[in-house]
């Protein structure tokens, strides 16, 4: 009995918790990319504090790689669901997801910015809040092929991943303890993506 409970305390904690960490992250992100009711950027920012705080080589790169990887996929698994509601004569429920999600004022912004900018406007729309589906929505109006989006795609989701990743470091920096950290960081993300909309409401009725 002595060995056997020597043999369970002996078991390493990081690395088990990497074993699932990993995988969940990459879940988590991926499904936040096709279904937006998963605030990635506050997984992504959390993931980095938890990593800040191991001492197992290479986990601040497994979150990134982890991370973009995901989101890459992610928008790629969109995208294509969204082809083939573009090329189908009556349309997808995809499609309209995404339409429904790219207000019509943005709709137009973003295709504006696309013939003007072509793919780099993708690598901005992964950082512009709520700027990503609008973006996707004038590439797949514009008839992109796939793999033109995935040039541009795959260089915003390394970008994405980074950015978030160094508010998770930011926040982490401030707390010795991990909780706070993680607690920052998602406060810090959520008042990031939640802050343009919120001034978009307030300069809505100075406008009207």
């Given at each position: 009995?002595?060995?056997?409970?020597?043999?369970?305390?002996?078991?390493p904690?990081?690395?088990?918790?990497?074993?699932f960490?990993?995988?969940?992250?990459?879940?988590?992100?991926?499904?936040?990319?096709?279904?937006?009711v998963?605030?990635t950027?506050?997984?992504?920012?959390?993931?980095?504090v938890?990593?800040m705080?191991?001492?197992?080589p290479?986990?601040?790169?497994m979150?990134?790689?982890?991370a973009s990887l995901a989101?890459?996929?992610?928008?790629m698994?969109?995208?294509?669901?969204?082809?083939?509601?573009?090329?189908?004569?009556?349309?997808?429920r995809?499609?309209?997801a995404?339409?429904?999600?790219?207000?019509?004022d943005?709709?137009?912004?973003?295709q504006?910015k696309?013939?003007e900018?072509?793919?780099?406007?993708?690598?901005?729309?992964?950082?512009v809040?709520?700027?990503r589906i609008p973006?996707?929505?004038?590439?797949?109006?514009a008839e992109?092929?796939?793999?033109?989006?995935?040039?541009?795609?795959?260089?915003?989701?390394?970008?994405?991943?980074?950015?978030?990743?160094?508010?998770g470091?930011?926040?982490g920096?401030?707390?010795?303890?991990?909780?706070?950290?993680?607690?920052?960081?998602?406060?810090?993300?959520?008042?990031?993506?939640?802050?343009?909309?919120?001034?978009r409401?307030?300069?809505g009725?100075?406008?009207a």
């Open positions: 009995m002595s060995t056997l409970g020597a043999a369970v305390t002996s078991i904690t990081e690395p088990t918790q990497q074993a960490g990993y995988p969940s992250l990459f879940l988590l992100v991926l499904i936040g990319a096709l279904v937006p998963v605030p950027g506050a997984l992504v920012s959390s993931a980095a938890v990593a705080h191991q001492t197992l290479y986990s601040m790169l979150v990134f790689a982890t989101a890459f996929c992610g928008d698994a969109l995208y294509w669901l969204g082809r083939r509601g573009v090329g189908s004569k009556n349309g997808s995809w499609l309209e995404i339409r429904s999600r790219a207000p019509e943005r709709l137009e912004q973003a504006e696309l013939a900018h072509d793919v780099a406007v993708l690598v901005l729309s992964r950082l809040p709520a700027g973006v996707m929505l004038a590439c797949l109006l992109w092929p796939a793999r033109r989006f995935a040039r541009g795609n795959f260089p915003a989701c390394l970008a994405w991943a980074v950015t978030y990743q160094l508010i470091i930011l926040s920096a401030l707390f010795s303890e991990p909780w706070e950290g993680v607690a920052a960081a998602i406060a810090l993300t959520v008042l990031v993506s939640g802050a343009p909309s919120v001034w409401r307030l300069r009725p100075a406008k």
